[in-house]
C-alpha cells in the first residue's frame, strides 16, 4: 500500500482524456487499493486515477458516513449507462480543488457499469450522494471537474485563487531552499 500525492488545479494532467482499462490485473488492484488508502487519508468519498497523475479510467468511492461500516468501491472503466429524468443539487468539493465548494446539478440518479476489482462487469443503480459522486468521478476521467458546470464567473474565482495559493507555496519553498 502507499500514498500517493494528489494534483491540484490549475494542472494540465486533470484535463487529458483517461484511457480505458484492458482488464483488471495485479497492477491495476494495486493502484486501486493505493487509491483507496489516499482516498481515506486525505480524506474523500471519491477519488479517480488522474488526479494521482494516472491517465487510467479508474475510480474509488466509498460514501459511507462517519461511524457506519466503510464501503469501499474500485471501479474500471465506468460508464453512465442511463440517468434519471429529475436532477438535483449538491455542495461539491474536491480533492484537486481543496477548500473551494459549488452548488452543482447533475441527473439524480444514474445507472453505472463498470468492471470490479476481479475483472467482472457489474451494473448498479446509484441514487444520493452515490450518484454525485459517480458522476464527479467520471468526469475526471474525462478531463472534466466540477468548477466546469458553474459559471465561468465562479470558475476563474476559484482557479486564480488556487493559481494565486501555488506561486505563494513555490515563493515559499524556495525560500525554504535557501536558509537549508
Ligand atoms: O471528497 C469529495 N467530496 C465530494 C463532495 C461532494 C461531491 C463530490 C465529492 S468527490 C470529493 C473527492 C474528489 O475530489 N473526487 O474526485
Ligand atoms: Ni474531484
Redesign the pocket.
Known amino acids: 500500500m502507499a500514498l500517493l500525492p494528489i494534483i491540484v488545479a490549475p494542472d494540465p494532467r486533470l484535463k487529458r482524456l483517461s484511457l480505458p482499462v484492458e482488464q483488471v490485473d495485479d497492477e491495476i488492484r494495486q493502484l486501486m487499493d493505493d487509491m483507496l488508502e489516499t482516498?481515506y487519508k486525505?480524506?474523500?468519498?471519491?477519488?479517480?486515477a488522474p488526479?494521482v497523475g494516472v491517465l487510467k479510467r479508474v475510480i474509488v468511492v466509498d460514501v459511507a458516513r462517519e461511524g457506519e461500516d466503510p464501503q469501499p468501491m474500485q471501479m474500471a472503466n465506468p460508464e453512465i449507462v442511463s440517468v434519471s429524468d429529475g436532477d438535483a443539487s449538491?455542495?461539491?468539493?474536491?480533492?484537486?480543488?481543496p477548500e473551494h465548494f459549488a452548488e452543482?446539478v447533475r441527473p439524480a440518479t444514474a445507472r453505472i457499469r463498470y468492471i470490479d476489482r476481479n475483472n467482472e462487469l457489474r451494473e448498479i443503480d446509484a441514487d444520493g450522494?452515490l450518484a454525485?459522486?459517480i458522476q464527479?468521478?467520471i468526469d475526471?476521467l474525462d478531463g472534466i471537474l466540477?468548477v466546469d458546470h458553474i459559471t465561468a464567473l465562479k470558475r476563474n474565482m476559484i482557479l486564480r485563487k488556487l493559481t494565486k495559493l501555488k506561486k505563494e507555496q513555490a515563493r515559499q519553498a524556495s525560500k525554504e531552499a535557501a536558509v537549508a
Open positions: 482516498m486525505a480524506p474523500g468519498i471519491g477519488l479517480a488526479q449538491y455542495e461539491e468539493g474536491c480533492l484537486s480543488l452543482v450522494i454525485v459522486c464527479h468521478e475526471h466540477f
